[in-house]
């Protein structure tokens, strides 16, 4: 569902030094299938998101999902992509104060969706998500783990074969995250969704089929969650 192929993104500096933000990654997801993807603070995880979400222009590289190149899409093919084809889940709630958990989850349908038929089709997902007694509560009287159930609803509400999820446990307690974790992946295993999940959450990996890890740009497979990262050698860090 998801191939990325040697996917390039430097940035020049003021001082002209060149920052290797994601250095040539390959990787492949397949529906159902979910990837935890791992690094410190720097590493390039969000902006191998953002490429894979066509709102960043790789340098090299080219981006697939469902066979199609989204690394050359126009402008308003992206947004319809986003749209429609792809949930993303971030670590912000991004939900509109005053307004109610299914108002707010149903956004991504309104474009071409009337709103009671929007109601409709996100409500069964909404208390599939334990949230059936909350429908009409406005955003701000929801907990951090309901708010984020609301984001795993909107994400999901177009059906989309693909998911991206940017530290979708971050502000999360550890049992609300492990909560978060287990209806995301359950939900998305159901549909065939193919998930990219970007954490520093080690629970994450429980749930994930592969556990991978971005270092300055470059792809690992060898990392344990649990353990962090070791230290760059010297030889590294004259690479």
């Known amino acids: ?131 059936g007694g909350r429908l009409t509560h406005r955003s701000e009287t929801l907990s951090m783990g309901e708010r984020q159930r609301v984001m795993i609803a909107r994400a999901l509400s177009t059906e989309p074969k693909l998911l991206l999820a940017d530290e979708p446990t971050g502000s999360l307690d550890t049992q609300r995250g492990r909560e978060v974790l287990e209806l995301m992946t359950e939900l998305c295993r159901e549909r065939g969704v193919a998930i990219l999940l970007v954490s520093h959450d080690p629970q994450a990996a429980a749930y994930a089929d592969k556990v991978l890890a971005l270092r300055d740009g470059k792809l690992s497979d060898d990392y344990d969650p649990t353990q962090g990262f070791a230290p760059l050698r010297a030889a590294d860090q004259r690479q």
């Open 1 to 131: 569902m998801l191939q990325l192929c040697d996917l390039v993104k430097h940035y020049r500096t003021a001082g002209e030094e060149t920052v290797r933000a994601v250095d040539g990654v390959s990787l492949t997801v397949s529906e159902g299938e979910m990837v935890a993807l791992y690094g410190p603070s720097g590493s390039g995880k969000t902006t191998l998101l953002l490429m894979v979400a066509a709102l960043l222009t790789p340098t090299s590289g080219k981006v697939f999902v469902g066979g199609r190149d989204v690394s050359s899409l126009s402008e308003r093919e992206a947004s319809y992509f986003r749209l429609r084809e792809m949930g993303f889940v971030r670590q912000n709630f991004d939900l509109l104060p005053g307004v109610t958990a299914i108002d707010n989850a149903v956004l991504k349908l309104l474009k071409d969706t009337p709103w009671k038929d929007a109601h409709r089709r996100v409500e069964p997902l909404l208390d599939r998500l334990g949230l």
